[in-house]
């Protein structure tokens, strides 16, 4: 089964992933992988379902897929699967799987329909699998339904490009026969990182469901829109056969029969299918760890020298030594800055749906709370123009004036500008006050987590970015600046 020559390939791989999830470190290196990517409703879950030969994955309407399933296949004689965040516990009911997935989803989205970038690792041992490792990610979508976030585009596409746009990553973009090629969103995004078609498969699915007198032949021949790796054709279970619990290996059949029976597929019908597909895909996948192989031994062995160093660094470590204090502060300060960025730009790993915080209520100071201030301004135009032509005659005296003098202007548009002197300094000082919010809650973690003189440094830093904010608010209190001087105390 497979490429038998390198097939503790992909476990080797399957291990590095798995430790680097159960840290709770994102993994520095570039492991080799394959990325599934498509539009909503474009048949990556039957794809990978008809992989396994179970009914595993959440289905539904809108966006089911709202966390990347790192999906590990393993040919085994048993028929099972574990989640790495449920260790020693083993699934034998599938559809027990699918409630977990669900379950596990919803802990770090809620049930709001939001995504999050941190992956469920869940690993399938069968005899009816090859050994193989898929990541499925969300599909794109264009219009937030519900209570889904209004950049729920942006989001996911974020989301996509942080995996495909990796070299070590293969891309496998999955597209319905019924739409358009030109407007597959899996192969739109795949060209933007891989425009040459070097790291991409294409998959196209529903050919049952194709118009009558239409055919995709031209793409499964790789003519349309050429792909390095090809095109794979695909025919997944109807909605109804979903529903009716039609069996996974009798679609596999009615798959087989169709290819060989379409006068348009027949001549391909070896390079078409399921099995054809789970095949190819572990060939590749193995051959492709085993280009990238060099590189990685380079880049760990490069890391390991790194770690060589820093450890000789403890050989004569000292507690008391003011420079490893100086060393713990900085590297404090620098996570500070990281995670106070974070808020910031709205770019951390776990999403508020509560509430805004951060970033999104600074930005709704600017964009609502402040204009709403400028629109209560009193503006009386009969008293403008009066003024004006007063300003205007006065700086003309005894002359008659053919164009109006820049002093009248000047002193009228004073006038107008102090009028918003009062929503401006309202507005810096809203701000001001959720910088100093957001900073307390950067120090939290820190002042939980951390022992008593971390801890105590801490404290030093949030009251130090605290009356910083406040020295340069529009009124200072005259006991910030001494207080800004007994922060460096504890500093």
């Known amino acids: 089964m497979g490429n038998r020559g390198m097939e503790d390939l992909i476990p080797l791989i399957n291990r590095l992933q798995d430790a680097f999830s159960s840290i709770g470190q994102s993994c520095n290196l ?48 048993a028929e099972y699967a574990e989640f790495l965040h449920c260790k020693g516990r083993k699934f034998v009911d599938f559809e027990e799987v699918r409630q977990e997935i669900e379950a596990e989803t919803d802990r770090i989205t809620g049930s709001n329909k939001g995504i999050s970038p941190i992956p469920i690792n869940l690993r399938v041992y069968s005899p009816h699998v090859l050994n193989l490792t ?42 319905p026969a019924n739409t358009d090629l030109a407007n597959s969103d899996a192969l739109k995004v795949a060209k933007e990182v891989d425009p040459q078609g070097l790291r991409t498969i294409g998959v196209i699915t529903k050919l049952d469901l194709m118009d009558e007198g239409t055919d995709a032949r031209e793409i499964l021949e790789n003519k349309l829109l050429p792909l390095r790796r090809g095109y794979i054709g695909v025919v997944n279970r109807s909605q109804k056969d979903i529903d009716g619990r039609k069996d996974i290996r009798a679609a596999l059949a009615a798959e087989r029969k169709f290819f060989l029976s379409h006068p348009a597929y027949r001549h391909m019908a070896d390079r078409m299918g399921t099995p ?50 100086t060393k713990a502060l900085l590297q404090m300060v620098q996570q500070f800055g990281v995670d106070f960025e974070k808020r910031i730009e709205g770019s951390g790993n776990q999403v508020d749906t509560v509430e805004l915080s951060g970033g999104a209520r600074i930005n709704r100071i600017f964009h609502e709370r402040f204009p709403f201030e400028l629109v209560k301004i009193v503006f009386d135009e009969k008293e403008l123009r009066r003024e004006i032509s007063h300003a205007i005659k006065n700086v003309h005296g005894v002359r008659t004036g053919l164009f109006t003098p820049d002093m009248a202007f000047e002193v009228i548009v004073k006038k107008q500008v102090i009028k918003l002197k009062e929503p401006c300094l309202k507005c810096i000082d809203l701000v001001v006050q959720e910088l100093i919010n957001t900073v307390r809650q950067c120090t939290d973690k820190v002042l939980l987590e951390g022992s008593a003189p971390v801890r105590e440094g801490a404290d030093g830093v949030q009251r130090w970015v605290q009356c910083t904010l406040c020295l340069f608010s529009p009124s200072p209190p005259p006991s910030a600046f001494c207080m800004l001087v007994s922060c460096f105390g504890v500093l």
């Open 276 to 325: 054809h597909l789970q095949k190819t895909l572990n060939q590749q996948l193995t051959n492709h760890i085993r280009d990238t192989l060099p590189g990685l031994r380079s880049k760990l062995q490069s890391q390991l020298l790194s770690l060589e160093k820093e450890v000789e660094e403890y050989k004569n470590f000292r507690p008391d030594d003011p420079t490893r204090k």
């Open 134 to 175: 898929l990541i499925d990610l969300p599909g794109m979508t264009k219009v937030a339904v519900g209570d889904q976030p209004q950049d729920i585009e942006q989001q996911i596409r974020d989301m996509v490009l942080q995996f495909i746009t990796k070299e070590s990553c293969l891309i496998l973009a999955v597209t």
């Open 30 to 77: 570039d492991l080799p992988q394959i990325a599934v990517v498509g539009g909503q409703s474009a048949g990556k879950s039957s794809v990978l379902e008809n992989f396994v030969g179970r009914d595993f994955l959440p289905r539904g309407s809108g966006i089911v897929t709202r966390r990347p399933l790192i999906l590990q296949l393993i040919n085994n004689k």
